[in-house]
């Protein structure tokens, strides 16, 4: 015997990561290259979740994602390989080669791609500023870290235009990533 009901049946929903936080200069014919081609604002520091996410963006837009390069000095843990859309991505570190605010992202198709990387402890407003700065086709070329030095310097000190919570701390503030001790 089967009971009736008005209530529909629960269906399955796909869950769907939270898509990255990316800006990008609009692709340029210029022979010229650029220093950097946009911005990614992670929510973590946790590369094994956030990078697969960026890839995922990028692939469909620049052709497959094939390496990525990070600088790990505000990076606590940097994976050796990723999957992403069904292939894997190696994933490398340089100390002095890399700019510490940049990511290198490889495609076999359309060459080298270089974002600016926000840190996830920034506020909206100083993030909104790089991402702008940083895919803004008409801007002078700044390198990753000249950015985030001029926003460090042009962030608001009063605590009523600061985004944090926390008034004694600015906005932009940037700390190598140091593990919060358990209790």
Same mark, same amino acid.
């Given at each position: 015997?089967? !009971?009736?009901?008005? +209530?529909?049946?629960? $269906?399955?929903?796909?869950? $769907? ?10 692709? @340029? ?15 973590? $520091?946790?590369?094994? +979740? ?18 990525? !390069?990070v ?9 050796? $390989?990723?999957?992403?859309?069904? +292939? ?12 510490? +605010?940049?990511?290198l992202?490889?495609?076999?198709? @359309?060459g ?10 920034? @506020?909206a ?12 086709s008409t801007?002078?070329?700044?390198? !990753? ?25 600015p906005a ?7 593990p919060?001790?358990?209790?």
């Amino acid at each position: 015997m089967s !009971a009736i009901t008005d +209530h529909s049946s629960p $269906r399955a929903v796909p869950f $769907r990561a939270p898509t990255a936080r990316l800006a990008l200069k609009p692709v @340029s014919l210029s022979p010229e290259r650029d220093e950097l081609d946009g911005a990614w604002w992670p929510r973590s $520091r946790d590369l094994s +979740h956030e990078l697969p996410v960026l890839a995922d963006v990028l692939d469909p837009l620049w052709g497959r994602i094939t390496r990525i !390069a990070v600088n790990p000095r505000y990076w606590p843990i940097v994976p050796e $390989r990723l999957f992403v859309n069904g +292939h894997g991505v190696k994933v490398g570190w340089f100390t002095t080669e890399l700019d510490p +605010h940049k990511i290198l992202l490889l495609s076999g198709t @359309s060459g080298p791609w270089d974002l600016l990387v926000i840190p996830p402890e920034v @506020s909206a407003p100083s993030a909104a500023r790089l991402m702008a700065a940083a895919s803004a086709s008409t801007a002078r070329q700044s390198t !990753a870290t000249a950015l985030m030095a001029a926003e460090l310097v042009d962030a608001p000190s009063t605590p009523a235009d600061v985004d944090t919570g926390r008034p004694d701390r600015p906005a932009a503030e940037m700390r190598p990533y140091a593990p919060q001790p358990r209790p």
